[in-house]
């Protein structure tokens, strides 16, 4: 079970930060940081769905409020853009001796030109994701009634969504000395902006000079009428879904966790080779006709349990199957079947103990298959659907004489 824990770590200027550690169930394969946008904090809403769907798929996420607001320690009025990004840079050093260093980086508005000013001087950072990110930091001037007199004056007290905040002039000089989309050209990492047309708080021409400044690789996702804060709970759950599925991708090696499915695209299965990787440990990634998978082992003989086992997958084949085949001569006998299940389950027997296996000495693999099916269906039917479930290809291949040939290729 996922869990989430409530931590403290200290900044450059010796600062007490507030911090709460999300982490999937069994070993992260990955770990994400999130900056929460200007004199917000890390309980978010949009904040807290990104963090869910990235555990949902085995990311651990530490989410962290600036210093001088939310439950962190030090006082807003001596804030900076610059405090901000070094903010970033001491939690992504927490979370790299905590669990690792993160992988990826998630910023909010000011909190996404944050993320973006600091990916390039983060070891270990391969993608960052924005939401309503400005290209130029300054902009956030046009949210202070009292720009003015601060600069004239040299600190002024502004109210921000029902909020006094003490704002220095100091904070307005460091906003017009960052340039985000250059470091853009120093990140070589992917590069995923979401931004609504409707946004009149930040323009989504913003989006575009970010767009432009980046290298590949490098996407735009348009989140149709959201607002800035992303208020509405169905924009926040798209925005968590596509997060976690696109940097699945870039932060993983491809080690998508079970329940992430990608589009095949072969024609037919003559041509449907499978890859499985392994770069240390059990855990294994699996990769075919652009479909990308996890296997591992249980934690009893050394594995993570962040995926099904070879014979989980094994049983899985025959299973899905034996599904699609009653469906399909079903299908083609226009008969009423509503749903089938097909459950299987593989155990090791001795030959002795099997009725068939009077030619088998040892220990033989065997399947052990339940169907379930529903519909209007007479006797005759279901007895030939049963039937029908022993001529699957997978069942076939399993019953029949297999050859395995291994050749060791170059490198």
Known sequence: MATSDTCMFTNARGQEL????????????????????????????????????????????????????????????????????????????????????????????????A??????????????????????????????????????????????????????????????R????????????????FHSPADDLVTIDNAEDLYRAARHPKSFVSLDRADHLVTDQRDAVYIAAVTAAWASRYITDGDLTDGDLGQGDADSYDDAAVTATNHGGLRTAISTRGFTMLADEPSSVGGTERGPTPYDYLSAGLAACTAMTLRMYASRK??????????????????????????????????ERTLRITGDLDDEQRTKLTDIADRCPVHRTLEGQIEVHTTVADG
């Open 115 to 176: 993320v973006i000013s600091a990916a390039p001087d983060i070891d270990g950072v391969r993608a960052v994701a924005t939401i309503a990110a400005p290209a130029d930091p300054a902009h956030v001037e046009h949210l202070l009634d009292d720009a003015d007199r601060i600069r004239q004056e040299g600190s002024a007290t502004v109210t921000i969504a029902g909020r006094a905040f003490t704002v220095r002039r100091s904070f307005l000089e460091d906003l017009d």
């Open 18 to 113: 507030s911090a709460r550690l999300d982490r999937p169930d069994g070993t992260p394969i990955a770990t994400a940081l999130f900056a929460h946008c200007f004199t917000c904090s890390k309980d978010l809403r949009v904040e807290r769905q990104i963090t869910r769907a990235l555990t949902d798929r085995g990311i651990a996420v530490l989410s962290f409020d600036f210093a001088g607001l939310g439950r962190s320690g030090g006082d807003f009025a001596d804030a900076s853009f610059s405090c901000d990004v070094a903010d970033l840079r001491a939690a992504a050093g927490y979370l790299a001796n905590t669990v690792t260093a993160p992988a990826l980086l998630v910023g909010h508005s000011l909190g996404g030109a």
């Open 178 to 193: 960052q340039q985000p989309r250059v470091q853009l050209g120093r990140f070589d990492g992917a590069l995923l902006l």
């Open 334 to 367: 226009d008969w009423p079947l509503s749903s089938v299940e097909a459950t299987v389950t593989h155990d090791r027997i001795h030959a002795d103990d099997c009725a068939n296996c009077e030619h088998v000495e040892g220990r033989i693999d065997r399947f």
